[in-house]
């Protein structure tokens, strides 16, 4: 979430890891929802990127691509407990 300070950081944190937690029907709690929002938009912006060559601008964008990041950490958390 780059350009934003940490309160708007938290708050679109949370609300794309609400998001995410929804479209993959799994149970967080508020604090792991803000750690996967804030890191699902880290991942997110990184393969927007590198796959597109730039992110999506502004709040809404930037959640877009945090719950896109935040569902694919959520896949490979599955991914990983399943195999153990």
Do not use: P, Y
Not at 17 to 40: C, F, P, R, V
Not at 45 to 72: D, E, K, P
């Amino acid at each position: 979430m780059e350009g934003f300070g940490w309160i708007l950081s938290i708050i679109l944190g949370g609300i794309a890891g609400w998001i995410a937690e929804k479209i993959m029907k799994s149970d967080h709690g508020l604090l792991m929802n803000i750690i996967l929002g804030i890191i699902g938009a880290l991942v997110g912006n990184w393969l927007a990127s590198a796959i597109f060559g730039t992110t999506m601008g502004g709040a809404i964008g930037q959640v877009i691509i945090a719950v896109i990041g935040a569902c694919i950490l959520i896949w490979l958390g599955r991914l990983i407990r399943s195999k153990s």
